[in-house]
């Protein structure tokens, strides 16, 4: 087994497609095959359900796929680390997220104008992390709780939560939004991995809110077009509503409950561990987000 067949196996894993796959790598389809098959049989084990053309994951290619991903992750900061040394300078700033944040985007694009040829690797499901270490990034923005104690962080801003429910829901008439309003509703919750649920289903939870059915999607895409449908209603975060307000058949409608709003922390890697470029970038946000440090 070679870091090729890796690479290969999760590209075919990522498209379910050996014809698309084939075309990314730049490698035929029989050769693409040739790798997976020897692969397969390397392991001893059938990664893939065949039906005719069609492929999908099996439970131990999936699991096999989890296990690629680490190594290859592993073998990416190994490179990035073994550059900095040889070179003493690195162009790439890794950046971890709780979901998403407007205001760290708005933050990479004011610190690339002055700095052309900025890299930046982003990881957007940290909370889908059950063990996060700060040494993987060198900025890291999540939500105050137990889980992140261990951090030295800083408030970022309060993160609120809409509810976005089609224009013809009897709820689209509303003003606003209680929690009691939420009871017997069909939902929508955007979910990643085999244990994370965004935060609001949390709260319903606590509150023991009742839903009438609830649907648990891995896209953005897939929740904000289900509840422009009118399959279900769903949560949308501050920071990405602008994503639902060009969805004309979705009204966003504020939560009047405190519950629905979480805060947001930022912290950074220790200093000794940071490149030069990116404790410059470090130095950057403290200024762009008025930290006071």
């Known amino acids: 087994m070679d870091l090729s067949q890796l690479r290969y196996f999760t590209t075919v894993a990522q498209l379910e497609n050996v014809s698309k796959a084939a075309d990314l790598l730049h490698l ?7 790798s997976i098959a020897k692969l397969e049989e390397e392991l001893g084990m059938p990664l893939f359900d065949r039906r005719g053309k069609k492929i999908t994951l099996n439970t131990q290619g999936a699991r096999f796929l989890e296990c690629s991903n680490v ?15 040889a070179t003493g300078s690195d162009s790439k700033i890794k950046i971890g ?15 690339s104008r002055q700095q052309p040829g900025v890299e930046f690797e982003l990881n957007c499901n940290i909370e889908c992390q059950e063990h996060i270490d ?21 408030f970022l801003h309060d993160e609120r939560y809409y509810l976005a429910v089609g224009n013809e829901h009897p709820l689209a008439h509303n003003a606003f939004i209680q929690p009691k309003d939420l009871e017997g509703q069909d939902f929508v919750f955007l979910r990643s991995g085999k244990s994370y649920i965004e935060y609001p289903f949390r709260i319903c939870t606590a509150l023991a809110v009742r839903f009438g059915s609830q649907c648990h999607v891995d896209s953005r895409d897939l929740h904000q077009q289900m509840i422009g449908a009118g399959i279900a209603i769903g949560f949308v975060p501050e920071d990405t509503v602008a994503l639902y ?10 939560i009047q409950d405190q519950r629905f709003s979480r805060s947001m922390m930022i912290c950074f890697r220790r200093e000794k561990h940071l490149s030069a470029l990116a404790k410059s970038f470090c130095n950057f946000a403290i200024l762009f987000f008025h930290l006071n440090i």
């Open 28 to 34: 035929s389809q029989s050769s693409l095959s040739k």
């Open 71 to 85: 190594i290859l992750r592993e073998l990416e900061f190994a490179m990035d680390d073994m550059n900095l040394l």
């Open 97 to 111: 997220i709780a979901g998403t944040s407007a205001q760290m985007v708005a933050c990479m694009a004011a610190f």
């Open 134 to 154: 700060i040494n993987d990034f060198d900025v890291m923005i999540y939500p105050a709780g137990i889980k992140y104690e261990k951090f030295t962080g800083y």
């Open 245 to 254: 307000q060009n969805n004309r058949d979705i009204r966003l409608i504020p």
